[in-house]
C-alpha cells in the first residue's frame, strides 16, 4: 500500500541522515511507509529503504521491493542510489549538522 505525501505532515517525519559507502552524507526525512511517487511536490525527492535486517539501513534506491524499511524525503536528489549503488555504512535519527558520521 502506498500513501499520498500529501497525508504526511513533512515537519513531523523522523531525520535521517545517512552515510553511503563512497563517504557522501545525504539527510532527509524518513517515515516507514511507501510513499507514491507521483504525489511528491516538485523539489523534494523520494528514495526508498532497505532494511538491513537488525533495524537499520542498509541500502538506499529509487525503488526496493524486498525488505522495504520506508522513504526517506530529500531536498537534493541522491544520485548513488538512483544508480543502484546507494549501500549505507552510518546512519544516525539526527539532522546532518548534528549526526556526527
Known sequence: MKINFNELNYETLYPLTVKLDNGNIYDGRFTDMRVDRTSI????????????????PGEIRSFILVNHMGTLITTAPIPEAEKGEGYVVAYSYWPKEKANL
Open 41 to 56: 511536490p516538485k523539489g523534494l525527492y523520494a528514495y526508498d529503504v532497505r532494511d538491513e535486517c537488525d533495524g537499520g
